[in-house]
């Protein structure tokens, strides 16, 4: 599934897992106020790379983003686009290459891409080319599927993994 939101830590924390290459769960990072969970896969409208849920024993209160209400002020603001593109692409290189590096790649999983030209589209095809022969690209077709009141929902997180 698309990622269409992400999530804005506020209070707690919030645990970031990956799967290993035995398909089981391991704790990737821990996210802390002022850090963001699922902005990877929201930019670039990817399936979701990591799971998250509240840290042991606190709960995290979480903003959330809806990727439909933040992509036409993006596209208003041509410029601060290209420059989120830039940086969404710089993060989603680091992560692949530390996810290589300790060996919980994900292979066989795949990601898709907007339809509407913009900065991200021609980052995206800059990131496929990059990504291993094992990786399936999805339709690049971006439906806009999720309708929301508000930019910003706060929410308690128990889990959403």
């Known amino acids: 599934m698309v990622a269409h939101e992400m999530f804005f830590v506020i209070a707690g924390a919030v645990d970031q897992l990956v799967q290993d290459n035995d398909g089981f769960s391991v704790l990737d990072k821990n996210i802390g106020p002022g850090e963001s969970v699922g902005d990877l896969s929201f930019f670039f ?27 036409p002020i993006l596209e208003a ?6 420059l989120v593109a830039q940086n969404a692409l710089r993060q989603f290189q680091l992560t692949k290459h ?4 300790a060996g919980t790649s994900r292979h066989g999983k795949s990601i ?15 990131a496929r080319s990059e990504e291993d022969a094992d990786e399936k690209s999805l339709s ?17 997180l128990s889990n959403i993994e």
Do not use: W
């Not at 042991?56 to 439909?68: E, K, T, Y």
């Not at 898709?112 to 800059?126: D, H, K, N, R, T």
């Not at 690049?140 to 308690?156: C, H, L, M, P």
């Open 112 to 126: 898709a891409s907007f339809a509407a030209p913009s900065a991200f589209s021609g980052f995206v095809e800059e």
């Open 98 to 101: 530390a996810r290589s590096a």
């Open 45 to 71: 409208g990817m399936r979701h790379i990591h799971a998250a849920r509240a840290s042991s024993g606190q709960g995290a209160v979480c903003l959330r983003l809806v990727r439909s209400q933040l992509m």
């Open 140 to 156: 690049t077709e971006y439906k806009q599927s999720v309708v929301e009141d508000n930019n910003y929902d706060a929410i308690i």
């Open 77 to 82: 603001y041509p410029d601060d686009e290209e």
